[in-house]
């Protein structure tokens, strides 16, 4: 009887154990792709992604020189001198501007045009209208040198595009694929649950089984800091700085390194598996029958 009973607990066991491995696989997975797809499957989110790509520090660099590039080639179709001086005073308003706490309010539109265009056309370049800033640029402009309002080009020719070539092929990929990602995450998620059921199911001891399975999800809350620290280095060496393609490359980081929310999914839910198998275990030594000499 006993090594019936052996034959059948080893099965069990090696089940369990692959389940087990296979549910925190499945839900790394599942968060890793829903917290990095979100960016840019949903139009908050990309409109979200882009205003913060604009606005950080390498982002309205390369916004600011783009723009610059707009105005000398404006001022010299005009026939308008403008000095190294002129320029510099004209970039110092535009970052002004692009640094503005109402531009992500402000350029809402033109993100989402610019979405629905790659959309339509992912090998096409990206191209961002910056004209609805025009007014805040000259009035700005006027405040510091009224001259150099004439240079401002018109709002047609206030554009920033980033070709298909400056896009690294991370945020390619995760854009090209966004449609089939959208609902990936749920159904990884889905077949985690089912695997992290079949190891509870086929464990010997439930109560370590779901100890287990939360410290596996507190040891994959350790990624998001270690993604975080890493994959913005490693993503701006597809760039050269300053240029538009530096746009695509801070883009990039930002979906990557957009780790919070997973860290607080993968803490609470390791947190409340742990908790939880503890006290079972705790409950199950409890109701032991005492044991009686004599008998």
Known sequence: MRRSANRRSGPRRVTAAVAAGLAIVAWFAAVFVWTTTARVTSPSGFASVAA???????????????????????????????TPSALEQIGTQITAVIEDSRLPEIIGPAIGDARQAYEAAPNGPITIDFSALRPIAVAKVQQVNPALVKAIPPDADLTVTVQKGDVPPPASTVAGAAGTLMWLPLWVALGAVLLGVLALWASGDRPRMMRVLGIGSLVIAVVPLVLFLTVPPIISSFAQPGTPSELASVGTSAILGHWWISLIACLVIGTALLAAGIHAGRSRGQRRPPLVLGR
């Open 52 to 82: 913060q790509t604009i606005q950080s520090p390498e982002g309205a660099q390369a916004t600011t020189e783009a723009l610059l590039d707009s105005v000398t080639s404006y001022a010299a179709s005009k026939g308008y001198d403008l």
